[in-house]
Nanobody, 126 residues
Framework: VQLQASGGGLVQAGGSLRLSCVAS????????MGWFRQAPGTEREFVAA????????YYGDSVKGRFSIARDSAGNTVYLQMNSLKPEDTAVYYC????????????????????WGQGTLVTVSS
């Protein structure tokens, strides 16, 4: 799976952005798609994930109630709608995909995802 993320940019605090991630290859080849972010000098942080059917979503604590993940009906594009943005949301946002396989917990760690996009920069000014 190849992933192409887009939609980043500069926005004022309180504003909104929508990120997109297009996956190439068979859409049935992955179980979850997700978003992570990484600010300079920090570890990669889980943002959100959604399963193949779109029926299950997970969010990081810092974005709950502000961000929303969704996917299109074809299953090969995932969106991250980011509202009420804060300066601390500034980071490079990475799209990721997890192949089918057994997992007994919510996939929220970077090691849970085997494919990664190139990242898109989101900058929130105060």
């Amino acid at each position: 799976v190849q992933l192409q993320a887009s939609g980043g940019g500069l926005v004022q605090a309180g504003g909104s952005l929508r990120l997109s991630c297009v996956a190439s290859g068979p859409t049935f080849s992955y179980h979850f798609m997700g978003w992570f972010r990484q600010a300079p000098g920090t570890e990669r942080e889980f943002v959100a994930a959604i399963n193949f059917s779109g029926t299950t979503t997970y969010y990081g604590d810092s974005v709950k109630g502000r961000f929303s993940i969704a996917r299109d009906s074809a299953g090969n594009t995932v969106y991250l709608q980011m509202n009420s943005l804060k300066p601390e949301d500034t980071a490079v946002y990475y799209c990721a995909a997890r192949a089918w396989g057994s997992i007994t917990r919510a996939p929220k760690a970077p090691r849970d995802f085997g494919s990664w996009g190139q990242g898109t920069l989101v900058t929130v000014s105060s």
